[in-house]
């Protein structure tokens, strides 16, 4: 499947190559020409993406996430934001036996952001937010062509990942805490 989008983005590739032959040198429309281009490139930025991310994929019936086992492996499709734009793949879930939470080896592997968004879109989002409002930001991006996201992504998934920071260093605090406080009695 992967290898018929790649061979189908090249092609369009080709046929583009060949209309830009044909072109008049006096009728080019760099700006139209120059969009064509990004569509193409994100076109084979989304297949390679795809493979890169299926690469990330476990296969085994059973895997260890942090020195626990878990099983009952299924498959389900997933959307993966990419700078390219959206890639929709097939991979492996994981249970602990009991059922309940959901282990996605290739997320964890890949550094993948709220389940949806490869690490260079997260930093992307979030400091194209932290420089101008949500729907300026949606703008720039569609007009740069690069991680095209919604104008409520932009608002959501940067507080989703400080909400998971401050989570955390309150965690790491409270053992900092507690060593401080055993170090002393010693």
């Known amino acids: 499947m992967n290898d018929e989008a790649i061979e189908r983005a090249m092609r ?3 046929d583009f190559r060949r209309e830009v032959a ?5 009728t080019i429309d760099l700006l139209a020409v120059e969009r064509r281009v990004q569509e193409l490139t994100n076109a ?4 390679l993406m795809r ?38 793949i097939e991979r492996a879930t994981y249970q602990r036996a009991g059922r309940g939470r959901v282990a996605v080896p290739l997320e964890l592997r890949l550094g993948i952001v709220e389940g949806a968004y490869t690490p260079r879109v997260a930093r992307i989002l979030t400091k194209a937010v932290a420089l101008m409002p949500e729907g300026e930001a949606e703008n720039l991006l569609q007009e740069v062509g690069v ?8 608002h959501r998934v940067p507080r989703a990942i400080a909400s998971r920071y401050e ?10 805490a507690r060593a401080t406080r055993s170090l002393r009695r010693r």
């Open 44 to 47: 084979c930025g989304r297949a």
């Open 12 to 14: 369009a590739v080709e």
């Open 167 to 176: 989570g955390r260093r309150e965690i790491s605090r409270t053992r900092f």
């Open 22 to 26: 044909e072109m008049s040198s006096d």
């Open 51 to 88: 493979e890169v991310i299926a690469r990330a994929d476990a296969s085994a019936p059973e895997v260890k996430i942090d020195g626990a086992d878990w099983g009952h492996r299924r498959v389900a499709a997933a959307t993966y934001e990419t700078v390219f734009g959206g890639v929709e």
């Open 147 to 154: 991680a095209q996201l919604s104008k409520s992504t932009l």
